[in-house]
């Protein structure tokens, strides 16, 4: 840990480092410990010296593990950049770049053949393509995606957080057998059309335990006779044009504990279908409205409900 007015000095022999504030003195003391595979930045937003990071990290090929949460990147033509040093780094498995304020995401990121986790969250839309069907070892994605986003070999692919709707109908979803955490949103400042989901187009993943769906239509039925099952779904979240929810919702999602309703315009009681999901810990109705004046459970409902948020 480098922290002020104490100066810890690491090692040649190092191999992860954690620095917390003060990056730029870092940096600026020319660190050059070849045999470092993890780097770590914890603590507020700082501004990046960009010629003084390329000069420290160009000597890093074999790191593993980079995370620069809450830097700011310096600007290119008004717009927070990565520094291109970084396409370089290509053993690298973990990046994470979270609330560094950037809005794109550089080509140079299809060089990191063996990336594994590309966190980008806490940061604005990213609106144009991004291309990451070299990169076929991702495990997680994580970010606002709402432009294009193009993969290529999902079998490895967990986590999915968030894709445009247009991008995930564009996806051959029977390849995501191992994908565990789903969102899905679609932006109003996207120059992108929004795609109608139903439940078929999430009966591929087998392996779902977590499903965001922050979409203008989406359709909480599906067109086929046999009712479409999520035996392995936990958690779910909509916020979507729903005005009815099923009257099966027990036995198409059978092991859900979370469910979270957003801004829901529901013309029917929604509590008669939710009282019979036997496994549901948490319910949270957030600015959804009702026609009725009234709500209504009976005595045998809710079985496991712990939390209740109706806002």
Excluded at 72 to 78: A, N, T, V
Excluded at 103 to 119: A, E, G, H, M, V
Excluded at 134 to 156: A, W
Excluded at 163 to 185: A, M
Aim: net charge neutral; aromatic share 8%.
């Amino acid at each position: 840990v480098y922290d002020d007015p104490v100066a810890q000095y690491s090692s040649a022999t190092c191999r992860r480092e954690v620095v917390h504030h003060q990056i730029n003195r870092y940096l600026s003391e020319k660190h050059r410990n070849k045999r470092m595979r993890s780097f770590l930045f914890f603590g507020e937003s700082e501004d990046l010296v960009g010629r003084d990071f390329e000069t420290i990290y160009l000597k890093l090929k074999l790191l593993r593990v980079l995370d620069l949460g809450g830097v700011r990147f310096p600007c290119e033509e008004g717009k927070k950049s990565l520094p291109e040093v970084i396409g370089d780094l290509i053993h690298l498995r973990y990046l994470g770049i979270a609330d560094t304020f950037l809005s794109n995401l550089p080509s140079f990121i299809s060089n990191l053949r063996f990336l594994q986790t590309l966190d980008a969250s806490g940061n604005e839309s990213i609106r144009q393509t991004i291309d990451l069907r070299n990169l076929t070892s991702l495990r997680h994605v994580i970010g606002k995606f709402v432009g294009e986003l193009l993969l290529g070999d999902t079998v490895n692919l967990q986590t999915l957080r968030s894709i445009s709707s247009y991008s995930w109908s564009k996806l051959n979803h029977e390849v995501f057998i191992n994908l565990r955490d789903l969102e899905i949103f679609d932006s109003m400042w996207v120059d992108q059309r929004g795609v109608s989901l139903d439940l078929a187009s999430f009966s591929k993943l087998k392996n779902l335990r977590a499903l965001a769906l922050k979409v203008s239509t989406f359709k909480l039925s599906s067109e086929s006779e046999e009712t479409v099952r999520f035996q392995t779904l936990v958690e779910l979240t909509l916020r979507c044009d729903i005005r009815r929810l099923p009257k099966d919702m027990d036995v198409i999602f059978p092991s859900l504990e979370s469910l979270t309703l957003v801004r829901l315009r529901l013309e029917e009681d929604p509590m008669p279908a939710l009282e019979k999901l036997q496994r549901l810990e948490d319910l949270s109705l957030t600015n959804c409205s009702y026609s009725e004046a009234k709500m209504s459970v009976s005595a045998q409902g809710f079985s496991r409900l712990n939390k209740l948020e109706l806002f």
